[in-house]
């Protein structure tokens, strides 16, 4: 019997890691893959590497906390298997409302449902993640809104990633011993911008294993069953497996969240992202890569969208006849021709851009990060108190 529930439970844990992975190598790198930087499948697998790193390292931090601190008992592998159920639910309702509730979340929400029911959760720590679960997108909104005010459009003027035709680097044969050259239509800037847009897709990797990777695997680990070790290899592979499969798609949109804005732009919500998401996780907070990301993306639009509006007259709110459009971020910059100055009207090329900054939309957003917890809460206590042998 408890042979078969573990199989249940393993089989749980895959569903969930094959669905995490379909949205996370998307969003990932679906920009590197929009610009003809890497195929898909060398995404995949560069991905499902550095979900691994991050899961062995950092990912024990959020492990432990899931496993161990929001409710002061162990969890059984009967209520483990059942945390997991929540968590594929939680993420089938987002799919359904095409909205990406953040995993971590739903998971912290799942497993407090049943420190209710049992009366073992542990207060203490959940007030400590769901205050930062509020501090987090204000953190990455601000970090994000002072990149598109300040830094965005001098760097988007001056910088341009783009990929040449033909391979990046061949071969020098000539030689005893083949020495790697740049392809025929490669430039030194091109080679570089191409290493860092790799090390920042590798980075995220890293940061989408230290935060998901526990979701999948922490309720299958200690009395429920499997060593960390194994229970890390097993989500691993059914992140690659998303990742190769049905992320596919997402990497064709460029990245989910990303697919909008340039790569310039991506590349900052991306290092911002991974940088807050790697940090909380270190110190085991459960958060969400998602919830940075999108709230980054808010910020540098809101940034450079209020260009044209001083510090003074933002406070004062005296804007004058200044017209402020959210969706800036998604313009180019003229080439040889210098940003406007803050205060500064931009140029109408710019004030026509996209709406990105769509309110109606990071509303959508915020009420399904409160929702989708909170659902995954209420139906996880009300199964174990009705179910209360499972726990």
């Known amino acids: 019997m408890v042979e078969t529930l573990l199989l249940v439970g393993v089989v749980a ?23 003809g930087i890497v195929t898909k499948t060398t995404a995949a697998a560069v991905m499902t590497g550095f979900v691994f790193l991050g899961g062995m390292t950092v990912g024990r931090n959020v492990m432990d906390t899931l496993s161990g601190e929001i409710i002061t008992t162990e969890l059984t592998l009967s209520a483990g298997v059942a945390v997991l159920f929540f968590i594929g639910l939680g ?38 993640i769901v205050s930062w679960w509020v501090v987090t997108p204000i953190i990455g909104f601000w970090i994000g809104g002072v990149i598109g005010r300040y830094l965005y459009p001098e760097i988007n003027r001056r910088v341009r990633i783009e990929k040449s035709e033909g ?3 061949t071969l020098d044969r000539r030689g005893s011993i083949p020495r ?18 790799l090390v920042i897709g590798c980075y995220m990797a890293f940061s989408a294993g230290a935060s998901n990777v526990p979701n999948a695997a922490a309720p299958l680990v200690g009395e429920a069953g499997l060593e960390v070790t194994t229970a890390v290899v097993i989500a ?28 310039l732009a991506a590349l900052f919500v991306m290092v ?21 990301t999108v709230m980054t993306i808010v910020g540098i639009g809101w940034g450079r969208a209020t260009r ?5 007259e933002a406070v004062t709110r005296n804007a004058g006849d200044h017209e402020i459009v959210p969706g800036a971020i998604t ?31 990071v509303m959508k957003y915020v009420s399904m990060w409160i929702i989708g917890p909170s659902m995954s809460t209420l139906l996880a206590y009300g199964f174990f108190v009705a179910f209360p042998g499972v726990a």
């Open 13 to 35: 844990s895959i569903f969930v890691g094959f669905n995490i992975g379909g949205s996370s190598t998307g969003i990932t790198w679906g920009p590197a893959v929009g610009a």
């Open 236 to 263: 691993t592979l059914a992140i690659g497996l998303g990742g190769f499969t049905i992320a596919r798609r997402t990497m064709e949109s460029v990245g989910g969240e990303l697919s909008d804005i340039p790569l």
């Open 180 to 197: 790697p050259e740049l392809g025929p239509n490669t430039t030194r800037v091109e080679l570089a911008t191409t290493a860092v847009v």
């Open 308 to 312: 044209p509006v001083t510090v003074r």
């Open 91 to 128: 993420i089938l309702v987002a799919n359904v409302f095409g909205v990406p509730v953040p995993t971590s979340m739903t998971t912290v929400g799942a497993i407090a449902g049943l420190g209710l029911a049992t009366d073992s959760l542990n207060y203490e720590t959940i007030a400590w």
């Open 167 to 169: 391979p990046l680097l």
């Open 331 to 361: 313009a180019a910059e003229t080439a040889d021709e210098p940003a406007a100055p803050i205060g500064e009207e931009e140029p109408a090329e710019v004030l026509r851009a996209g709406d990105l900054f769509n309110p109606r939309a």
């Open 272 to 292: 911002t992202a991974s940088t807050i998401t790697t940090a909380l996780s270190a110190i085991g907070i459960p958060i969400s890569l998602v919830m940075a």
